[in-house]
């Protein structure tokens, strides 16, 4: 079983860079594909970037392609969100989730989730 515990969030103003970070419990870290999920209030979860256990693969929403880079460290069991030119409908709680089936845009899919880190990006 894998722990995961988000930090890292705050307040930016729009423009500007935060980084995330989700650091995971447990030897099988390695062996999890990761994702970054995330919830803007009175909206549903919605998928924002996820990446494969080896780290070789990775996919991303169409909303932040090009602004936000996913990435992990196998060896501190850690997996990091890169997020540059931050909009105001970037303002979500950002969680990290874990899957042991690959890696997955789907929601459904993943098996552990943390408690979530505030995002919010000021106009």
């Known amino acids: 079983q894998v722990q995961l515990a988000e930090s890292g969030g705050g307040l930016v103003q729009a423009g500007g860079s935060l980084r995330p970070s989700c650091a995971a419990s447990g030897r099988t870290f390695r062996s999890y594909g990761m994702g970054w999920f995330r919830q803007a209030p009175g909206k549903e979860r919605e998928f924002v970037a996820a990446?494969?256990?080896?780290?070789?693969?990775?996919s991303y929403a169409d909303s932040v392609k090009g602004r936000f880079t996913i990435s992990r460290d196998n060896a501190k069991n850690t997996v990091t969100l890169q997020m540059n030119s931050l909009k105001p409908e970037d303002t979500a709680v950002y969680y990290c989730a874990g899957t042991v089936s690959g890696y997955s845009i789907y929601m459904s899919r993943y098996d552990y989730w943390g408690q979530g880190t505030q995002v919010t990006v000021s106009s």
């Open positions: 990446i494969s256990s080896s780290g070789n693969m990775r």
